[in-house]
């Protein structure tokens, strides 16, 4: 009889009679455990490439400075499944285009010119930046996205990472691939679109590439090598096939 008055008065108040939770999302959820606003100095390789003529800037970190990331996270255990995917970051400048020019020649030197005046390829670059604001962004694919602020750039000669290139589902450079497959072996990387232009290079085959940007029958590419900042041309599309992402 009492729960019965209770239950009526509560009715007659206006009050709930139970508190219904809003549903929580998820990938919200994972953002607020990950949000980081302090500045953290994180060592990679820092990648600067162009798509579609926009910057894109990303961060390969090494071990030490993802368990770092990790660590600083105020929730660090709702989302430890994560801790392998944290190695690449998308950055956001701060600045103008014109600085981040500026503060990256004043760390590399000259090696950075080409790359601003074609306004193609990639450069990677062995650095310690500073960052903040760093935060899970969004997950698909079973796969962790992740951002933060770029505020600050020095050279680091010792790391010894190397830049990563998406697939299907992995974040990484979202730039096509392609693989050398030309039926004599090899294939020329040229220095512009022709077959007079001089050779720059002999690729052989299985060699992958970075396309740039088409110019009629011809891929402007970048090679996918060893070396950080490998060599840029041409080759023909008919010695190259397209790496379909799986």
């Given at each position: 009889?009492?729960?019965?008055?209770?239950?009526?008065?509560?009715?007659?108040?206006?009050?709930?009679?139970?508190?219904?939770?809003?549903?929580v999302?998820?990938?919200?959820?994972?953002?607020?455990?990950?949000?980081?606003?302090?500045?953290?100095?994180?060592?990679?390789?820092?990648?600067?490439?162009?798509q579609?003529q926009?910057?894109?800037?990303?961060?390969?970190?090494?071990?030490?400075?993802?368990?770092?990331?990790?660590?600083?996270?105020?929730?660090?255990q709702?989302?430890?499944?994560?801790?392998?995917?944290?190695?690449?970051?998308?950055?956001?400048?701060?600045?103008?285009?014109?600085?981040?020019?500026?503060?990256?020649?004043?760390a590399f030197?000259?090696?950075?010119?080409?790359?601003?005046?074609?306004?193609?390829?990639?450069?990677?670059?062995?650095?310690?930046?500073?960052?903040?604001?760093?935060?899970?962004?969004?997950?698909?694919?079973?796969?962790?996205?992740?951002?933060?602020?770029?505020?600050?750039?020095?050279?680091?000669?010792?790391?010894?990472?190397?830049?990563?290139y998406?697939?299907s589902?992995?974040?990484?450079?979202?730039?096509?691939?392609?693989?050398?497959?030309a039926?004599?072996?090899?294939?020329?990387?040229?220095?512009?679109p022709?077959?007079?232009?001089?050779?720059?290079?002999?690729?052989?085959?299985?060699?992958?590439l970075?396309?740039?940007?088409?110019?009629?029958?011809?891929?402007?590419?970048?090679?996918?090598?060893?070396?950080?900042?490998?060599?840029?041309?041409?080759?023909?599309?008919?010695?190259?096939?397209?790496?379909?992402?799986?």
């Amino acid at each position: 009889m009492r729960a019965l008055l209770l239950a009526a008065l509560m009715a007659c108040s206006g009050l709930p009679l139970a508190a219904h939770a809003e549903p929580v999302d998820p990938i919200q959820a994972m953002q607020q455990a990950s949000l980081t606003p302090q500045t953290q100095s994180v060592r990679g390789v820092l990648s600067l490439y162009w798509q579609e003529q926009q910057l894109r800037l990303a961060l390969n970190s090494d071990a030490a400075s993802q368990q770092q990331l990790y660590r600083n996270m105020p929730n660090p255990q709702a989302l430890a499944h994560t801790r392998s995917d944290m190695k690449f970051v998308d950055l956001h400048w701060r600045g103008s285009e014109a600085q981040l020019q500026h503060s990256l020649q004043a760390a590399f030197g000259d090696i950075t010119q080409p790359f601003w005046q074609q306004r193609r390829g990639i450069l990677n670059l062995p650095a310690q930046v500073r960052i903040q604001n760093f935060q899970l962004y969004n997950a698909e694919c079973d796969q962790y996205y992740f951002q933060a602020d770029l505020i600050n750039i020095e050279r680091d000669t010792n790391s010894p990472i190397a830049p990563i290139y998406a697939d299907s589902c992995a974040n990484g450079i979202q730039l096509e691939q392609y693989v050398v497959n030309a039926q004599d072996g090899y294939a020329n990387l040229r220095a512009a679109p022709n077959t007079n232009a001089a050779v720059l290079q002999r690729l052989p085959k299985g060699s992958k590439l970075a396309a740039l940007a088409p110019q009629g029958a011809w891929l402007q590419v970048q090679v996918i090598g060893k070396d950080r900042n490998s060599a840029m041309g041409y080759v023909h599309q008919s010695q190259v096939k397209l790496i379909e992402i799986e």
